[in-house]
């Protein structure tokens, strides 16, 4: 059973006193059910599991006029499992198959009796059907594939050797060259097996590259499959179109998504709900332009200007080709780097920020995130140039009111001035989220007295 994180999530989930559903969103083959269904069995006397997709009948258990009572009564008779009161977990799986379950689930969320979960991988892409949200009684949890300290745990890195590697990143110290040589290896190693949790399972079983290629295909061919099924009408081969060019769009010089390369004739009006659906099934990352690089990013997007990845990279190395020894040899310039910059997409959105970048005619910067209302700007290098980026220095001469610039490199960490160079693998501790505990904020009554 591979390590991953979302536990935490679950946990500061199932321990919130005003406790809501569960909705798990991500792409198909992350590991949503197998994840939720771990956690029910670790963490409850009875679970109960509905699949929409395995058991097509069951979504009579939700029509008719419905409340706590018949919901309970329904669900007991048709799975004929006893409820455990505050200790039981439902888990609603490819709920996105049932929309009236979705539409039931804010009754037995005001009921509290058991607790639920849902998992769906086109709950974005198929809300039209759904009659009506329960706003206010889900809380949304993004998953994604395994992240790179997940892939190690799962490797068996050991976490002591993490540790180390985290103080060395705090304490601007590069490690000893052992380990920054062997955790070099592991990144590409990383970069090529992905972090969808069947691949990585069969690679640490077997360590054949042949097989976690063949898996990719699988699932990439899912992916197919799924627009075929849920998109609609005209927009099957739009979205079909726009999947299979993510590769070749990326091998561009500025990785920018380019809709002529489609259809000479396209307009992105047209294209819109195609690009949205791919992103909201999870299958692809979406990095926005923006005017300025500054705070808030999200305020300056241009948003008919955007690259495109996709959601692992694992995939995208096969659907390249026979790229995967190359990789292994460290060659990081093939395609431009463009795999490289599809890692650390991956990456950042697996730590849940936003994605965008800048470009003009004079300066060109991969990366921009917010970082406590200001901006870190982050260039991906893959060659032995990484300290020539006239961009980057462009950038922090400008008025922007910019502090630092980050490279990332095949290199050991350094820190020049106000640049700071960190090796790929340092992805570990950068641009983690800070959560928030509390924000108290309460105005003073008192001067309103009469």
């Known amino acids: 059973m591979l390590k991953r994180k979302i536990v935490d999530s679950l946990n500061r989930w199932k321990n919130d006193k005003h406790k809501k559903a569960c909705c798990i969103l991500g792409a198909r083959q992350i590991g949503k059910s197998t994840s939720i269904r771990e956690f029910g069995k670790q963490n409850y006397q009875q679970v109960i599991e509905i699949n929409f997709i395995e058991d097509p009948k069951a979504t009579t258990i939700f029509e008719g006029k419905l409340n706590e009572r018949t919901l309970l009564e329904n669900i007991t008779a048709y799975t004929q499992k006893t409820i455990v009161r505050q200790n039981t977990l439902l888990i609603l799986d490819e709920i996105q198959e049932c929309p009236n379950a979705r539409t039931a689930i804010k009754f037995l969320v005001e009921g509290g009796t058991i607790d639920i979960a849902e998992t769906g991988s086109l709950l974005g892409v198929r809300y039209k059907e759904v009659r009506s949200y329960p706003v206010g009684f889900e809380k949304i949890i993004n998953m994604y594939p395994l992240d790179f300290e997940e892939f190690l745990w799962a490797v068996g890195v050991p976490l002591e050797t993490i540790d180390v590697l985290r103080t060395c990143y705090e304490k601007r110290m590069a490690p000893t060259s052992a380990i920054h040589e062997t955790m070099m290896q592991l990144f590409f190693s990383y970069m090529i097996v992905g972090g969808m949790p069947e691949v990585v399972q069969d690679y640490i079983n077997h360590y054949d590259l042949a097989r976690v290629k063949m898996l990719q295909t699988d699932i990439i061919q899912l992916y197919r499959q799924d627009i075929s099924k849920y998109a609609q009408g005209n927009e099957k081969i739009k979205i079909k179109d726009i999947f299979d060019s993510i590769p070749s769009q990326l091998d561009q010089k500025n990785r920018r998504f380019k809709l002529s390369k489609l259809d000479k004739n396209g307009r992105m009006n047209r ?37 495109l990845y996709l959601n692992d990279t694992g995939l995208l190395c096969s659907m390249l080709g026979n790229i995967q020894f190359e990789l292994l040899q460290g060659n990081t310039s093939i395609n ?32 921009l995130l917010e970082e406590d209302k200001k901006i870190q700007i982050i260039e991906i290098k893959s060659g032995s140039d990484y300290k020539k980026h006239p961009s980057l220095n462009k950038a922090l001469a400008s008025n922007w009111n910019l502090t630092q610039g980050i490279v990332f490199s095949k290199f050991p960490l350094e820190e020049v001035d106000n640049i700071l160079y960190l090796p790929y693998y340092m992805i570990l501790f950068f641009g983690n989220v800070r959560n928030q505990e509390s924000l108290i904020w309460k105005v003073d009554l008192a001067k309103l007295s009469i």
């Open 336 to 367: 431009q780097g463009s795999i490289l910059e599809n890692m650390f997409a991956q990456c950042f959105a697996s730590k849940n920020r936003s994605l965008y970048y800048y470009d003009s005619k004079t300066i060109e910067l991969d990366f």
């Open 271 to 307: 294209y819109e709900n195609a690009f949205l659906w791919l992103q909201e099934a999870g299958v692809a990352l979406a990095c926005l332009n923006t005017k300025a690089p500054v705070y808030p990013l999200k305020l300056n997007t241009k948003r008919n200007l955007f690259k």
